[in-house]
């Protein structure tokens, strides 16, 4: 019955069952972005040295996948940037997921999914972004085509461009997209 003499019963290991995947809003949400995407390019993949901001950070839009307890924004578990480079060009830069979120294999293509429709809500008619070679079957199952092959920071990229027609405008960026977690065995 109590709660102290079930102490010897394991522990379940909290997974988040739900994510939401928006415009960042709250400075917490920002603070968590920059710091997970200097965990994933400047610590983990070592891309960069001790910071990834550029001076496209000062007019992009930030984009934030964040966890939830109880339906409510917890952590941010992913995040990407936009910006028009000129009228009706957008570009998408710095995808990154948490390492401990990455077997949420939605996550990364949800982000993809807001990025694309938001640009596209607001006047976009080419968005480009350069990927990571490796990630570039996950893009070309969500409707990209490669462009161009080349090595930017040291590492093989490919410019890639998505098909509109498969990314209908999301004009709502505070409300963005909800995401279940996949179920593992």
Not at 11 to 36: C, I
């Amino acid at each position: 019955m109590g709660c102290i003499d079930d102490l010897d019963e394991p522990v379940a290991a909290y997974a988040p069952v739900e994510f939401l995947v928006r415009e960042a809003v709250q400075p917490w949400e920002r603070t968590q972005a920059r710091a997970l995407r200097r965990a994933v390019f400047c610590i983990e993949q070592g891309i960069f040295a001790g910071d990834d901001r550029d001076a496209i950070d000062d007019h992009a839009q930030l984009l934030v996948a964040m966890s939830c307890i109880g339906g409510m924004p917890d952590q941010v578990v992913g995040t990407v940037r936009i910006h028009e480079a000129e009228p009706g060009l957008w570009w998408g830069s710095r995808l990154a997921v948490h390492a401990g979120f990455r077997n949420q294999g939605h996550l990364g293509a949800t982000l993809i999914r807001l990025a694309v429709t938001r640009a596209h809500a607001q006047g976009c008619h080419t968005f480009l972004a350069h990927v990571q070679a490796q990630n570039e079957p996950l893009f070309h199952r969500l409707h990209w085509h490669t462009r161009a092959r080349l090595a930017l920071h040291g590492r093989s990229h490919v410019e890639m461009q998505p098909d509109l027609a498969f990314y209908p405008p999301c004009h709502d960026p505070l409300s963005g997209f909800v995401s279940r977690a996949r179920r593992t065995a």
